[in-house]
């Protein structure tokens, strides 16, 4: 299991179970993506597995990122450092 869910007050949260590689990268970005569009919350919380994830989880973070922005859909990072949290911006923008 790459990842799993809860909906709890309007927000998604989605968990990543372990750090992701270039193997299943774009699977855990395709299932954050569904889970967006199937239950349409007023935001998404996404929690890491390490503080400073591997590349293709910022990889895959920086799609979702982008996808909720488009949708209009706050997106934060539970458990990330602030490196990660400016790398995503940086990467999102």
Known sequence: ?????????????????????????????????????????????????????SPATLSALARAHRMCAGLGVPLALSGASDRTRSLLDANSA
């Open 1 to 53: 299991m790459i990842i799993s869910h809860a909906v709890r007050h309007d927000a998604l949260h989605v968990t990543l179970h372990h750090d992701l590689d270039v193997t299943n990268r774009a699977a855990a970005a395709l299932q954050i993506q569904s889970l967006v569009q199937e239950h349409r919350p007023a935001r998404v919380v996404i929690v890491l597995p390490a503080a400073d994830p």
